[in-house]
């Protein structure tokens, strides 16, 4: 099984890499969207419940990283659908492996591919003024680890779901940017309406940005405002993970090899 896995999750990780048009739009586009949104609100927008001395840039910079992760995972699983159409994924299916299997080497090499880019940007962290210590980035690697595998096992479902890539594309500006623009990452839930509040805290990703946040601070806990503990996010990010994987599994166990 350990070679199973393994052979899958190499062919998804050179495809990937292949593809450099996927490896720069995942990395470029959120980079984007933190240089532009980042400055542009950080002199008019104060993140509502963080101390004082962090800017939108700075509090803004974590969710960047989390988009990172949520695009590599999209550009990753998308290619379920190229394989149905190559007949790829049908050749899989009705070989001697289980499904379980192959949702987990699909889930780990989107996981790997989202994990190197998320660490790269990792690196722009004293551009953000954020102060990284060895602890900090230790667990910031873990967290990150957790959330894209949560992540990449969300594309999984839809991707195992959907025939074409448009309809991909769809579901997932419909689903997935939602969940991460409601997680704390472009606003704190402190600033939010009421009824806005409460989707926030029900919404999983919550979870997985305060954890996230909380370890980019980790030698600095005062910086990061008023969120959930830390272990408890992370309890709950583990159990996001769990979840997302074993719904993936059971997609892709009632697919048809045709």
Not at 45 to 57: C, D, I, L, N
Not at 73 to 90: N, P
Not at 227 to 236: G, H
């Amino acid at each position: 099984m350990l070679l199973q896995i393994y052979t899958l999750w190499k062919r998804e990780v050179v495809r990937f890499c292949r593809q450099r048009s996927r490896v720069t739009g995942a990395f470029l586009q959120p980079l984007v969207f933190w240089a532009l949104l980042g400055v542009g609100f950080n002199a008019s927008f104060r993140p509502a419940g963080t101390p004082s001395t962090v800017s939108y840039a700075e509090y803004f910079y974590p969710g960047v990283i989390a988009l990172v992760l949520l695009f590599t995972a999209i550009f990753a699983t998308i290619s379920t659908i190229d394989d149905r159409h190559q007949g790829f994924l049908q050749g899989v299916l009705v070989a001697p492996i289980t499904r379980t299997t192959v949702v987990m080497s699909q889930a780990l090499g989107g996981t790997t591919l989202a994990l190197v880019q998320g660490i790269i940007f990792l690196a722009l962290a004293p551009i953000a003024g954020v102060r990284l210590s060895a602890s900090a980035v230790l667990a910031t690697i873990a967290v990150m680890g957790l959330v894209a595998f949560a992540l990449t096992n969300l594309g999984l479902i839809i991707a195992w779901r959907i025939e074409s890539t448009q309809g991909f594309h769809a579901i997932m500006n419909l689903i997935l940017l939602p969940i991460w623009m409601l997680s704390g990452a472009f606003f704190p839930a402190a600033g939010a309406p009421g009824w806005l509040a409460w989707v926030m805290r029900v919404n999983p990703m919550t979870y997985g940005m305060s954890a996230l946040r909380q370890s980019l601070y980790l030698a600095h806990p005062q910086a990061v405002g008023t969120l959930p503990n830390l272990a408890f996010s992370t309890l709950l990010t583990l159990a996001f993970a769990a979840a997302a994987y074993l719904g993936a599994v059971r997609v892709a166990s009632h697919a048809v090899a045709a």
